[in-house]
């Protein structure tokens, strides 16, 4: 059972994304990304180079060598996703991968100005 908390998070003012991400969810989601990675991509045969964009990334994010949110416009395979080129399981979990990594709101919830700066509830895993 995964347990929820909702807290406030900074707003980044010029992406509109929020300013901190869901790291347990993000690591979660990274796990499961690489097994199915692992399990259902051969890296001799990988013509959107995921072995070589999306696995580094997904290993800084498990080391904790990545500085966190990564700009949605920074992230590999923007083309291959949106033109539906992808497995579609694949493409379901690297969106969501995406969603997180990048600090994008699921849902809006709501939103608070604090001295001048924009906040807006998230719900993050524990």
Do not use: H
């Not at 013509?47 to 416009?73: G, H, K, M, N, Q």
């Amino acid at each position: 059972m995964t347990l929820i908390k909702r807290k406030l998070v900074r707003v980044d003012e010029q992406t509109g994304d929020y300013a901190e991400v869901d790291t347990v969810r993000l690591k979660r989601e990274t796990q499961e990304l690489m097994d199915y990675i692992g399990s259902n991509v051969d890296p001799n045969k990988d013509p959107y180079r995921i072995w070589t964009s999306v696995v580094p990334l997904c290993r800084a994010v498990l080391d904790e060598t990545i500085s966190l949110p990564v700009s949605f416009f920074d992230l590999p395979l923007r083309y291959e996703s949106r033109e539906g080129l992808l497995d579609a399981e694949f493409d379901d979990l690297f969106s969501s991968f995406v969603l997180t990594i990048s600090g994008t709101a699921r849902e809006i919830l709501d939103e608070v100005v604090i001295d001048g700066v924009k906040y807006m509830y998230a719900d993050f895993e524990e």
